[in-house]
């Protein structure tokens, strides 16, 4: 599922609100892709064409946690709009 060859990033904010953070981008072009661990959750995410989405691996299937419409990301947009999705769903789990 994830590619080895791709790239990571951690963010390097020490403030930020989650214990550890994982990103690794297989795809900077279009679509954009990112994969990796936020808190131990891993996901996905993707834009594409003004849609992004982002799921989360449980059990072994993705679930969409949340969807929209935007303009396309850059790559620190991505990270942000990660982060605060994954924010909102951890305060349901």
């Known amino acids: 599922m994830l590619n080895p060859a791709a790239a990571w990033y951690a963010p390097p904010d020490p403030e930020?609100?989650?214990?550890?953070?994982?990103?690794?981008?297989?795809?900077?072009?279009?679509?954009l892709q990112i994969e990796g661990h936020v808190d131990g959750f891993p996901f996905y995410f993707r834009a594409r064409h003004g849609k992004w989405r982002?799921?989360?691996?449980?059990?072994?299937?993705?679930?969409?946690i949340a969807h929209g419409?935007?303009?396309?990301f850059t790559p620190g947009q991505a990270v942000d709009r990660i982060e605060t999705e994954m924010a909102r769903w951890l305060w349901t789990v």
Request: hydrophobic letters at 30%; aromatic letters at 10%.
């Open 16 to 31: 930020a609100a989650f214990d550890t953070r994982e990103y690794r981008f297989t795809c900077m072009g279009c679509p």
């Open 54 to 64: 982002l799921e989360i691996d449980q059990s072994g299937g993705g679930v969409v």
């Open 69 to 72: 419409d935007t303009d396309d």
